[in-house]
C-alpha cells in the first residue's frame, strides 16, 4: 500500500518551545492531507484539513495560530506546535489523500510529549 | 459522516475467523464503508473499503448487506498480529475521516 511518513517520530521539549512535524506522502501526489490528534485510551480527533496551496481548514475548538499548518508541496506537510505546552502532549498523527485510488493512508504518527 | 456504531470489544480464537459487525443506518447512497484499524500506538492502517458490492483483498473481506445499513468485516484467519483496534467509517470517499470509538479486537491464542 501507499506509504506515509512522519519525522520526528518523537519528540521531548520543554514548555514554552515551538515543535515542527513532518507528514510526507512518499509515493503518490496529495493535494490534501489531515492532521489528527490521540490521546490515550481515546479515538482519533480530527484537527486540520491541510490543502496544498492553499490555507488549512481547522475543526472546532483548534487554535489555528497554535498549530500552525504548511502544505507547500504535493507531497509534504508540516504541522508546527507553538508555544507547547504539558496539555499538547499527545499523538498526533497524519494522513494523506490518494485521490486516483480513493483512498486515504496514515503516518506511523508522532509522540509529542511536553515537559 | 454518517454515525457508524460497533461493538466496544470482541475475542476471536487464533486461526478462526474474526467478524466485527458495524451499523451505519443512516449512511447516504454515495457513502463509502471505510475499514481501519490501529495497533497499540501506531498510525492506522487501511484495510478495505466498498460501496455496494461485497469487496475482498489480501487482508480482509468486506461484506455490505443490501440495504447498505450494516457491514461485516472478515479476517479470515485471525493471528496474534490481528489484535488491534478496528475502525469502521462512512465516507463519501474525498473528505475528513471521523473515527469512532471502534471495536478492540483481541484474538486468543
Known amino acids: 500500500g501507499a506509504v506515509v511518513s512522519q519525522h520526528p517520530s518523537w519528540v521531548i521539549c520543554k514548555s514554552g518551545t515551538s515543535v515542527k512535524i513532518e507528514c510526507r506522502s512518499l509515493?503518490?501526489?496529495?493535494?490534501?492531507m489531515f492532521w489528527y490528534r490521540q490521546f490515550p485510551k481515546q479515538s482519533l480527533m480530527l484537527m486540520a484539513t491541510s490543502n496544498e496551496g492553499s490555507k488549512a481548514t481547522y475543526e472546532q475548538g483548534v487554535e489555528k495560530d497554535k498549530f500552525l499548518i504548511n502544505h507547500a508541496s504535493l507531497t509534504l506537510s508540516t504541522l508546527t506546535v507553538t508555544s507547547a505546552h504539558p496539555e499538547d502532549s499527545s499523538f498526533y498523527i497524519c494522513?494523506?489523500?490518494?485521490?486516483?485510488?480513493?483512498?486515504?493512508?496514515f503516518g506511523p504518527g508522532t509522540r509529542l510529549t511536553v515537559l | 459522516d454518517a454515525k457508524t456504531t460497533q461493538p466496544p470489544s470482541m475475542d476471536c480464537a487464533e486461526g478462526r475467523a474474526a467478524n466485527l459487525p458495524c451499523n451505519h443506518s443512516?449512511?447516504?447512497?454515495?457513502?463509502?464503508v471505510y475499514w481501519y484499524r490501529q495497533i497499540h500506538s501506531q498510525g492506522p492502517q487501511y484495510i478495505i473499503h466498498g460501496l455496494k458490492n461485497n469487496e475482498t483483498n489480501e487482508m480482509a473481506s468486506l461484506i455490505i448487506t443490501e440495504d447498505r445499513k450494516s457491514s461485516t468485516l472478515i479476517l479470515p484467519h485471525a493471528t496474534l498480529r490481528d489484535t488491534a483496534v478496528y475502525y469502521c467509517v462512512a465516507n463519501f470517499g474525498n473528505e475528513k475521516l471521523t473515527f469512532g470509538t471502534g471495536t478492540r479486537l483481541t484474538i486468543i491464542p
Open positions: 443512516t449512511i447516504s447512497g454515495n457513502e463509502y
Open positions: 509515493d503518490f501526489q496529495a493535494t490534501t
Open positions: 494522513s494523506a489523500r490518494n485521490y486516483r485510488r480513493n483512498e486515504q493512508f
